[in-house]
């Protein structure tokens, strides 16, 4: 069996996305897939998986080209039928199962359609975590964490001078 990957950065611009780490570029080297950057043709492959990927119009007419013509697997990390509903909804359509990462989602999937859904968890490889973290203490606790997306934080960060407190921004990158 071959599989071929359908990688979020084909829908974004953003690259070095952690979906992408966690469900695509390291699991590649346990599975028999490729990762899809173009030149691959999926007529090589039994199964695709789309890793978050939905939106652009290459994956839209990939995923109908190979509706009931190949096992298509959707895969998210997120509760996407919130951001783009109607595409979601159509993709959840046209593949034949949805892979989530969390069991939330998984529960949350099962209330809105009746595909099979299969809770994986995100992998992790550790030696991607080289740099250690040093954690100093401040006189101050943060009264205010944003534990939401850094392109979000817009938000809220026009609050920060009326609320007066300290912001604390967990975030992959600044």
């Known amino acids: 069996m071959k599989i071929l990957i359908v990688p979020v950065s084909i829908d974004r611009k953003e690259k070095d996305l952690a979906s992408e ?13 490729d990762k899809y950057n173009g030149p691959q043709n999926p007529d090589d492959y039994d199964v695709i998986i789309y890793q978050k990927s939905y939106i652009s119009k290459e994956v839209q007419e990939m995923v109908a080209k190979y509706a ?3 096992f298509q697997i959707f895969d998210i990390t997120d509760p996407e039928w919130l951001f783009r509903p109607l595409l979601f909804k159509r993709m959840v359509k046209l593949v034949d199962v949805i892979m989530v ?5 998984a529960r949350d999937i099962k209330q809105i359609t009746n595909k099979p859904v299969y809770l994986i968890s995100d992998r992790h490889e550790l030696s991607y975590y080289s740099v250690y973290k040093e954690h100093r203490k401040t006189r101050y606790l943060p009264l205010l964490v944003w534990f939401g997306y850094v392109d979000n934080f817009h938000r809220i960060s026009h609050l920060i001078p ?4 300290d912001p604390c921004v967990v975030t992959d990158r600044l």
């Open 21 to 33: 780490r966690f469900r695509c570029d390291w699991l590649l080297p346990y599975l028999p897939a």
């Open 68 to 70: 009931s013509k190949k």
């Open 101 to 105: 990462s969390a069991p939330g989602l």
């Open 162 to 165: 009326y609320i007066q407190l």
